[in-house]
């Protein structure tokens, strides 16, 4: 199986839509994005409307058809778990439906051999995909989101019909793609009047150099240019993105670095480790392409991570802090 082959088939690692147990865990609604900046937001759009995508338990509401072009999405987390949600390119003509029928039922018994300890036998599995489910794009999303926050992400969307997927698992291993977090969203060949919109803060990320944020960010609410300089797939197939995640102490970066390997049995399992708050980002891109996110930024100390195995590793967890503001000062 190509290299290629392996990274599209662990993204999309998804597909295995059972059942939707729409279990309801709202219960906060501690939103870092108020509705002023709504409102200023969607001045600053040229009056597209932010789209509004909510988790209420493993599920996603949405859209089902939106506008091509720049558009950007508040994924308001209002269930009990951390999730993302990346975009996944489907080739012309193809649909959900048909990767019901032609995908899941490959990852299904790929995904069991797996979890029973037979991960080559699993990987093997893999080769009975058809052939266009290697055509599928990866094209952004929201970084992982804690319970009670919305995540604010702003992507360039190109016509098309496109999945959206949650792969986070359950405790018991399940993706929540397969409990529910898996839809399609239709993208329409007219545009929005949306401009690429301006930042205040840069991040570059490379296989190279890692995630390198050019300046220490202001606090309160903050936007990132994410500038995607090259992309690849690691070892747990996917390929770099950035999320921004606030944290206690060293010790907890140290789960946070340890976490983020959904192909390890104990990883990337909501609840997440403790003292960790996930505050949005960008999903994977291809090289050369760009997004945008916006965050509250509060004092305290933030890392921005990519989700492959030990990012640290490779210079893709970078931190920063945002200090009390002395108040005899002002
Ligand atoms: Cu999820």
Redesign the pocket.
């Known amino acids: 199986m190509k290299f290629s082959k392996i990274l599209q088939t662990g993204i999309i690692i998804s597909s295995l839509i059972f059942s939707v147990g729409c279990k309801d865990n709202s219960h906060k609604t501690a939103e870092t994005i108020s509705l002023n900046d709504y409102k200023k937001e969607k001045k600053e759009s040229g009056n597209a409307e932010p789209i509004t995508v909510i988790?209420r338990g493993?599920n996603f509401e949405l859209p089902k058809k939106i506008k091509s072009g720049w558009q950007t999405f508040r994924y308001e987390n209002r269930?009990g778990?951390?999730?993302?949600?990346i975009l996944e390119k489907l080739p012309p003509g193809k649909s959900l439906q048909d990767s019901e029928k032609e995908i899941i039922p490959v990852f299904v018994d790929a995904m069991n051999l797996i979890n029973s300890g037979n991960m080559e036998q699993g990987l093997k599995k893999f080769e009975e995909l058809p052939e266009w489910f290697f055509n599928i794009k990866f094209l952004g999303g929201a970084g992982l989101i804690s319970p009670g926050e919305t995540a604010q992400t702003t992507l360039n969307l190109s016509p098309g019909n496109y999945l959206i997927e949650?792969?986070?698992k359950m405790p018991d291993g399940t993706?929540?793609?397969a409990?529910g977090?898996l839809e399609e969203i239709e993208v329409l060949p007219v545009k929005t009047k949306m401009q690429e919109p301006k930042a205040e803060n840069t991040i570059n990320i490379s296989t190279e150099n890692g995630i390198v944020l050019t300046r220490t960010p202001a606090s309160g609410k903050q936007r990132f240019q994410v500038n995607f300089l090259d992309q690849k797939a690691y070892e747990n197939f996917v390929g770099h993105d950035v999320n921004l995640v606030r944290y206690k102490s060293e010790k907890d970066l140290k789960a946070l670095n340890e976490w983020l390997n959904w192909l390890a049995v104990d990883s990337f399992k909501?609840p997440t480790p403790e003292n960790l708050e996930f505050l949005g980002g960008v999903q994977d891109l291809p090289a050369g392409e760009t997004a945008y996110f916006t965050a509250t930024l509060a004092p305290g100390n933030y890392a921005l991570v990519a989700e492959i195995p030990d990012p640290a590793s490779r210079k893709m967890l970078t931190t920063f802090v945002i200090e009390e503001k002395d108040l005899a000062s002002e």
């Open positions: 988790s493993m269930s778990d951390t999730h993302f949600f949650c792969y986070v993706f929540h793609s409990m977090m909501s």
